[in-house]
């Protein structure tokens, strides 16, 4: 199984520079899932711990609040979903819902990890790429903030 998802996960930007040797050994802990739309992939605060490229589809992350659903963030195919499953013990931050059908590439944290451990290098590749990603989901919410507070905050004198 893992090697007919190879082809499909050297098409997706994370693996981008990726070694060969990476590569493969990446494929070989993915698993293709789906999720039909209005589908709610995971709770904020669910423990366990799957690491998700997307292929297809569109995926809101959202905060449960009293009485609403406040969206964080849309992802598209070609992004990634929950880097919380590579640290140990993390829940979940958000609930992530499916907008639309989902196909994604699932890799399980713990085998990520126990990978990580059996080769430091791919490790390092790894988690070198998902810093990229922790730092742009940084920027993008900074300035949807920006978006929502900035005239506020001009008219306080901020």
Known sequence: MSESLLP???K???VAGFR???AERLAALAKQVHFDGGQIIFHEGDAYSVFYLLGEGMV???LEMPGTVLRVQTLF???ELDWSAV????GKHFQARALAPVTALAFEGEQLLAAFKADPEFGMAFMLRLMGV???????TRVQLLDMYL?????AGT
């Open 151 to 155: 005239p506020e905050a001009r008219r």
């Open 8 to 10: 499909v996960l050297q």
């Open 134 to 140: 922790v730092s742009e989901r940084l920027r993008a």
């Open 87 to 90: 640290l140990p013990n993390a």
């Open 77 to 79: 195919a070609g992004d």
């Open 20 to 22: 060969s040797e990476h």
């Open 12 to 14: 997706h930007p994370f």
């Open 60 to 62: 809101a992350l959202e």
